[in-house]
């Protein structure tokens, strides 16, 4: 069983920055592939980012290549999703995910934990 906690959001104004942070509890996280996926008001949730076991491989969304990157501290138990040059067109809620299956995951349906989202809210 895994517990995971997000932290770092908030209300940030057009082109400035958020780091988010992902805590997971329990043993073993480095055995776990992780991902960040996000959920605006009346659209579906989206993958976002997503990380290898090691973290030697990254996906993101074309959406937010070249803005985001997803990183990750085994012995810190912790994942991160560094948001720069942020637009309002990423606030939306945004869940870490954990995955005990595969070493590296997209899709939402293969995560085994969620964790509860975090606010991200990027004013024009």
């Known amino acids: 069983q895994v517990q995971l906690v997000e932290s770092g959001g908030g209300l940030v104004q057009a082109g400035g920055s958020l780091r988010l942070s992902c805590a997971a509890s329990?043993?073993?996280?480095?055995?776990?592939?992780m991902g960040w996926f996000r959920q605006a008001p009346g659209k579906e949730r989206e993958p976002v980012a997503a990380?290898?076991?090691?973290?030697?491989?990254?996906y993101y969304v074309d959406s937010v290549k070249g803005r985001f990157t997803i990183s990750r501290d085994n012995a810190k138990n912790t994942v991160y999703l560094q948001m720069n040059s942020l637009k309002p067109e990423d606030t939306a809620v945004y869940y870490c995910?954990?995955?005990?299956?595969?070493?590296?995951?997209?899709?939402?349906?293969?995560?085994?934990?969620w964790g509860q989202g975090t606010q991200v809210t990027v004013s024009s």
């Open positions: 995910a954990a995955s005990q299956r595969y070493s590296m995951v997209i899709i939402a349906t293969d995560y085994d934990y």
């Open positions: 990380i290898s076991l090691s973290g030697g491989r990254t």
């Open positions: 329990g043993r073993m996280f480095s055995s776990f592939a």
